[in-house]
């Protein structure tokens, strides 16, 4: 009971009045009262392996009880034998088992008495069983004829039920029974008629008695059967022959009931239990039993036959099972019948019982006692244990009838107990009633000063238990408000309580005699709340969810607390491991991989002392549907059936489509295949089949989240035969010799063969001359024609045909037949030179009749799919114009496709003298060369020198040293030298240049520079046509008095060594990133590969021809003044191959021939540097 904390100490009077409540409780023990039998044994089996028996009477009362007992109605002192033990205030006793106990058997009755009366117990038997045996008793054999009825007598010895006989051999082994050889209710085997197997010497009758763990068996008997005997030893019970070595047939005869009962019988029986109806017969042939009920019909779900249906077994017997029922034994020689009279009875049973009560002096009490049975049953009424008649009567009062006790005026000297007993022959029962008169204050059984405390909205409950004799009577008005309620109990309830009805409450009780008061102390709690989230959450099978349970309770409740969950009404056990998939943490459900089982309603109950309050969230499985079941196939048509099927569970998603496949086992056996859709929730569609084929069917249903399984294949279905509805498409021509042509198209697919036996019938004829057309029948999809004249176009025609028929009219179809080389060379070859690395070339194609092929525009060398005419120049250097020398011949080639007469030659080398020649081919291969032409081209600029040295330092001046250009391309002119300073914060001076006219000159020294200061020097070789690219390096001249060259001087310094082994391994890292970096994918950028080989005539070309290319746009140094000729720009590349015809798509072949446009994207880049140490350093533009 939770402790007040606070109270508003609101006094309010209960007070009862003309209420005697003392007779709907339980009388407290403090006051004086009858005794009262409270627990007592029933019948009770002393079994011999027990090492005790105990037989129970408890009983209470005011004075305390004393006990006696009787044994089968004669008094039974327990005194009497040593083996019995007893207790104090106690009617139980225990019989020791120390050997012989039968004198112990009978019915016990227990008395227990005090000063204002006597309570009796119903009677206890006590069974004490003997040892159950068969008696020793020599069993003469039995000699009986073949077809004789016989009985083999079991006659076992009494012991407790439930006893089970068993008739088996020496072997314990079962005597197999029938409808001829079985074992009646009472344990005797029956013969209706022996045969010459049942002979034998073990017959042995066994009885269990389960309850006393013993099986006895009976003495073996001997049955000898033969074909003929004496009729002087006949025994009795068998039938004598008539004639020896002859079996008489003869109609059935009962044996059970024997005939002596006559044709009819009684047999009772106790409601509720089972009734057991016996027929056995003998005769020859084996007799057939059969049951009837005369009066009325027998009930369809109670009887049974047992036993080879010679016992009608009905349990749990009701008054409508009463009547008339007959049996009858019949075979082919007659029939005899009997007839059960069937009576059900019942013990006796309480209608009416009379009651106990505590009652006020001067008040009235009738006792009422009512019992039926059949037969009906005969009341006794006892007071205190004795019969009341004539004899004994101590109430003048008293008035007694069979159903009733009535007294009047009632006095304390009344108080008594009454005992009521109904007995027929199937049984008896007892009720008693303990009138208790008395004259007493009021009691309050409830304690004084109780807390109470409940929630704000639930009931509050004060508790007043009171026990008064004589009645309470009105002494001041109670509580009369609408949410008061005062119950019989006394227990005043506050309904819908409210905060302000905390407070101290008092109860009151009085009565003639006296009075008596207690108070109780009501709190008011705050009620606790509680939101599970998300509310009705739908979630995909397979996810997890997570439930949470919100809630608020007062904080005096804070220690009782406690949540839990349920899923549909049932507890959720705490996980006990992490890995469960369902985990409850204090005010979260987590389900992992949600399965269709975890649907349903989650229910979170938050608990405290005082009050329980529940919030749900039905959690929604999503899942794909099940598969479709129970296919069936109706309205069969030649090329349609319909298919119905049943719907499987939507698992909360609405099927939206159901998806179609078959399989035909003819073509392609064990593929399936989608043939149709439905939308929606559709269960039947007509499908549209092909002839020829052997279906089954299945179907998928799909919903928002999937796909479902599909389903068990349906039946199958096989449609009949046609003439194909169609022809094959995709007829072409390929061929890969000139005298040849080879038809070929696309075969039918298996569902549109429509039959048996397909085959194709081809028709051909040479386009434009007036002929027959030819014709073949083939199986194959193609057909290959020799001796065809070369590249002639035919009309070509493909129909499919099988057993039924021939398909549609086929469409014509133009065809060549197979190409040859070309046979012409193209003439009037002519070179126009452009600048320096560009050329373009002219000249006449060949005739149409001399092409022997297709013309059909670009394609690549490497493709040998289209037939085409392509012109193919070739091109070799023979010497080179600067030093004279000879070439050994170095053949390119470059591809023009379709009918064009000129090309683009770029990437040549400059000064150089070249042979050129131009051929056609066709997809057959090369026509012949034309007559070699041979060009020129014009100088160019040099490429970048070899090297650029530093030799040595001073502290204003430094000598260079380069090397030759690569390729010169053109008379050397001279050089340009550049130098300008930078330092480390990339601030640079103004660019100074030095021109070197002479060509053979290879070093220059710098004076006039400053002391102790970085310069980076250029230098480019130039011709006729310009300057190239440059090539760079850095330096750093000496401080003042130190007259050591940068290789000679500083390179011997301890720190100039550690500085150049940081660069060093700066320098490592960074070619290593570079290396990682372009083999992740970095592409080479084109116009670096041009900066490499600058072209300026070139450059100028492609600005004309295309503008969106130019060279990138060359940045100046910060600073930096204008360069010797005004700007510095970097070249073209020399080696880009670059077409300059009017083509519509550019683009190189997949053999790197030239064959299209190219272009170069616009890049922000750098004045490039070979073999210098440092970084590219970018001039002024």
């Not at 009567?393 to 009733?404: D, G, K, R, Y």
């Not at 193609?782 to 070509?796: A, D, H, K, M």
């Amino acid at each position: 009971m939770e402790v007040l904390l606070s109270t508003k100490r609101i006094t309010i009077c209960l007070i009862f009045f003309a209420l005697n409540l003392a007779a709907a409780i339980e009388i407290p023990l403090s006051v004086a009262q009858l005794p009262t039998i409270t627990e007592q044994s029933s019948m009770q089996v002393a079994y011999p392996f027990d090492e005790d028996f105990t037989i129970k009477c408890e009983a209470k009362g005011n004075p305390q009880p004393t006990f006696n007992w009787t044994k089968d109605g004669k008094p039974f002192n327990l005194l009497s034998d040593r083996r019995i033990l007893t207790f104090n205030n106690s009617g139980t006793f225990v019989i020791q088992n120390h050997g012989i106990i039968t004198n112990f058997q009978g019915k016990y009755r227990c008395f227990a008495s005090n000063a204002l009366g006597t309570a009796m117990s119903e009677e206890m038997e006590l069974i004490v069983p003997t040892v159950p045996k068969f008696p020793k008793e020599k069993i003469e054999p039995l000699d009986v004829e073949h077809g004789d009825s016989v009985i083999l007598h079991c006659n076992p010895p009494k012991g407790i039920p439930p006893l089970h006989i068993y008739w088996m051999n020496i072997d314990l082994q079962h005597i197999p029974q029938d409808e001829r050889v079985s074992m009646s209710l009472k344990g005797d085997l029956y013969f209706a008629n022996v045969e010459e197997n049942d002979s034998r010497s073990d017959y042995c009758c066994f009885a269990a008695f389960p309850r006393l763990r013993t099986i006895v068996q009976k003495m073996p008997m001997t049955l000898k059967v033969s074909r003929c005997k004496s009729s002087s030893s006949h025994p009795v019970g068998s039938h004598p022959p008539l004639l020896s070595n002859f079996i008489k047939e003869r109609k059935p005869k009962l044996l059970i009931p024997p005939e002596s009962s006559g044709s009819s019988s009684s047999v009772t029986v106790i409601k509720g239990g089972v009734l057991l109806l016996e027929c056995i017969a003998e005769g020859l042939p084996t007799p057939h039993l059969n049951w009837v009920k005369i009066t009325g019909s027998l009930p369809k779900d109670k009887p049974v036959t047992e036993n080879y249906g010679k016992i009608l077994k009905i349990e749990q017997v009701s008054a409508a099972d009463e009547g008339t029922y007959q049996c009858t034994a019949s075979n082919s020689v007659g029939r005899v019948k009997h007839e059960f009279h069937v009576h059900v009875e019942e013990p006796p049973q309480w209608i009416k019982e009379p009651e106990s009560g505590v009652y006020s002096v001067g008040t009235n009490l009738v006792l009422l006692c009512e019992a039926f049975g059949n037969p009906e049953p005969t009341i006794e009424w006892k007071l205190n244990g004795m019969p009341i008649d004539s004899k004994y009567n101590p109430f003048s009062s008293l008035v007694i009838s069979a159903t009733e006790i009535s007294l009047t005026n009632l006095q304390i000297q009344d108080s008594a107990v009454y005992q009521c007993e109904a007995s027929n022959k199937h049984g008896r029962i007892l009720a008693s009633a303990n009138v208790n008169v008395l004259n007493i204050a009021p009691l309050i059984l409830t304690s004084d000063g109780e807390n109470y405390a409940t929630v704000v909205g639930y009931s509050a409950f004060l508790h007043c238990e009171i026990f008064a004799s004589p009645t309470l009577f009105y002494v001041k008005p109670p509580l009369t408000a609408l949410r008061y309620e005062l119950n019989k109990n006394g227990t005043l309830e506050i309904k819908d309580t409210r905060k302000e009805d905390s407070g101290s409450y008092a109860c009151w009780a009085a009565n003639s005699v006296g009075k008596r008061a207690i108070t109780a102390n009501l709190d008011i709690r705050d009620a606790t709340k509680v939101v599970v989230s998300p509310k009705n959450p739908q979630v995909l099978k397979s996810h997890s969810i997570l439930l949470k349970c919100q809630s608020e309770y007062d904080s005096h409740l804070k220690h009782s607390f406690k949540l839990s969950w349920r899923k549909d009404g049932d507890e959720l056990p705490v996980s006990s491991t992490d890995n469960s998939r369902i985990i409850m943490d204090m005010d979260t459900l987590f389900i992992s991989s949600v399965t269709l089982e975890d649907q349903g309603v989650y229910t979170c109950v938050a608990r405290t002392s005082l009050d329980s309050v529940t919030a749900e969230s039905q959690l929604i499985v999503l899942d794909v549907p099940d598969p479709p079941e129970d296919l069936q196939l109706s309205e069969h048509q030649n090329r349609s059936v319909r298919l119905s099927w049943k719907a499987g569970a939507n698992h909360n998603s609405p099927v939206n489509e159901s998806i179609i496949e078959f399989e035909e086992n003819r073509w392609e056996p064990g593929k399936w295949q989608e043939l149709s859709r439905t939308t929606g929730n559709e269960t039947t569609t007509v499908l549209s089949l092909a002839p020829y084929m052997n279906y089954q069917f299945r179907v998928m249903s799909v919903n928002a989240v999937g796909r479902s399984q599909a389903s068990k294949p349906s039946l199958r279905y096989a449609t009949p035969p046609a003439a194909p509805d169609k022809n094959p498409e995709n007829i072409r021509v390929e061929a890969s010799e000139p005298n040849e042509m080879v038809m070929k198209w696309e075969p039918l697919k298996p569902a549109e063969r429509n039959g048996p036996g397909l085959e194709y019938k081809v028709s051909w004829r040479q386009q434009g001359v007036e002929a027959d057309w030819n014709e073949e029948m083939v199986k194959k999809h193609s057909l290959t024609l020799r001796n065809t004249p070369t590249f002639v176009p035919y009309e070509i025609k493909v129909q499919a045909v099988n057993n039924l028929g021939s398909g549609p009219e086929p469409n014509v179809t133009t065809g060549y037949s197979g190409e040859d080389i070309p046979d012409a060379a193209p003439s009037s070859v002519s070179v126009d030179t452009l600048n320096s690395t560009l050329v373009k070339v002219f000249w006449f194609g060949i005739p149409r009749d001399r092409v022997r092929g297709h013309l059909r525009g670009y394609k690549s060398l490497i493709s040998r799919k289209m037939r085409q005419i392509k012109y193919c120049v070739s091109w070799w250097k023979t010497r080179n114009m600067l030093d004279g020398k000879r070439h050994h011949p170095e053949k390119h080639f470059l591809t023009f496709v379709g009918d064009r007469n000129y090309g683009m030659i770029p990437g040549l080398e400059p000064f150089s003298e070249f042979h050129l020649t131009v051929l056609a081919y066709n997809a057959k291969g090369d026509g012949p060369e034309s007559s070699p032409v041979v060009f020129e081209t014009p100088e160019g600029v040099p490429e970048q020198p070899r090297s650029l040295r530093i030799l040595n330092f001073d502290k204003d001046s430094i000598t260079l040293s380069w090397g030759l250009p690569r390729k010169a391309n053109g008379h050397l002119t001279g050089y340009i030298l550049q130098y300008q300073i930078i330092n480390e914060t990339h601030e640079i001076g103004p660019l100074n240049n030095v021109t070197i006219s002479n060509h053979s000159m290879l070093s220059w020294r710098l004076s006039n520079l400053s002391s102790s200061t970085k310069y980076k020097f250029y230098v480019r070789a130039c011709t006729a046509k310009g300057c190239g690219k440059p090539v760079t390096e850095e330096g750093l001249t000496m401080a003042q008095g130190t007259y050591a060259g940068i290789y000679d001087g500083i390179s011997t310094q301890g720190w100039f060594i550690g500085l150049m082994c940081a660069i060093a391994l700066l320098t490592l890292l960074l070619l290593t990133v570079c290396f990682v970096r372009r083999n992740k994918g970095g592409k080479y950028s084109v116009k670096e590969k041009e900066d490499l080989h600058p072209d300026p005539e070139a450059q100028s070309i492609k600005d004309e021809i295309f503008g969106e290319y130019s060279d990138s746009d060359e940045k100046p140094l910060k600073g930096s003044h204008q360069s010797i000729n005004g700007d510095i720009k970097a070249t073209g590349s020399a080696d880009s191959l670059v077409d300059y015809g009017e083509g519509e798509h550019g683009m190189f072949n997949e053999d790197g021939s030239f064959i299209g446009a190219y272009s170069g994207s616009k890049e922000k880049g750098s004045v490039e540097s070979n073999g210098s140490s440092t970084a590219t350093f970018p001039l002024h533009a």
